[in-house]
């Protein structure tokens, strides 16, 4: 008689950490709930350590690690080659510090993303979780799940996510805010370059709501995505 054994596939895992320059955030998600916290400050070795302190007892199927960097540039997936890191951050006119290494991301939706961070922090990164890790930019994220005719802005405290998609995605940004104002002028910018009377405009994020609020004086199709990128992830 065949024996039977169990078929049930073992509950998966997932870790999805944001890093910004002033803080991190992470969600812990098995496919039925999630769990995610906040640790204050600028993300450091520190800041990685006490995350695998308060995950340390799990075992996840993927760590998935979202880099909130205004020293972010996405790539058509068709013209990047790793080899030359240094000329697309010369190009967009970046400068490597000694203290800050290059992260490239896995491709999804026919982009690459290339982002800068310290280091050290990488390296802590790996030390707990190796090669499990998958880096994403938050533009992707926006690239991957836009509609034709949106306009869609994911807000950080200090960064803005700008992505416009026509027929065609035709720009996607990481550029700082510190208040309704700076959105405006982005917007107003993005509308001496391109027709958007149709656009719908997503705002998601820190402070969603009252920047809708304020932004729909102005642009009447404006809405809260309430979905935040890192459950995308």
């Not at 999630?34 to 990685?48: E, F, L, Q, R, V």
């Not at 990047?80 to 203290?99: A, G, R, Y």
């Not at 990481?174 to 982005?186: A, H, K, N, S, V």
Request: glycine share 4%; proline share 6%; net charge negative.
């Amino acid at each position: 008689m065949q024996e039977t054994g169990n078929n049930i596939n073992p509950i998966q895992k997932k870790l999805s950490i944001r890093l910004s320059p002033d803080g991190l955030s992470f969600l812990v998600q098995d496919g039925k709930s999630s769990k995610g916290g906040y640790i204050n400050g600028t993300p450091n070795p520190d800041a990685i350590d006490k995350l695998a302190e308060k995950t340390g007892t799990l075992s996840f199927s993927s760590i998935l690690v979202l880099m909130d960097t205004p020293k972010t540039i996405v790539i058509p997936a068709p013209l990047f080659e790793e080899n030359l890191t240094d000329q697309f951050l010369k190009l967009h006119s970046m400068e490597l510090q000694p203290d800050q290494t290059t992260i490239v991301s896995t491709e999804s939706a026919g982009v690459s993303s290339l982002m800068v961070w310290d280091h050290q922090t990488i390296e802590a990164l790996y030390r707990h979780w190796g090669t499990a890790i998958t880096f994403y930019a938050p533009l992707q994220l926006i690239i991957s799940t836009i509609r034709k005719h949106e306009l869609r802005i994911d807000i950080s405290r200090t960064l803005a996510h700008i992505v416009f998609c026509n027929e065609k995605t035709e720009f996607a940004e990481t550029l700082p805010w510190q208040g309704i104002p700076d959105i405006l002028y982005y917007i107003r910018y993005l509308e001496s370059l391109f027709d958007l009377t149709k656009t719908a405009i997503r705002i998601s994020g820190q402070e969603a709501s009252r920047i809708v609020k304020e932004l729909r004086r102005y642009f009447k199709h404006t809405e809260t995505d309430p979905s935040p990128l890192l459950t995308l992830l």
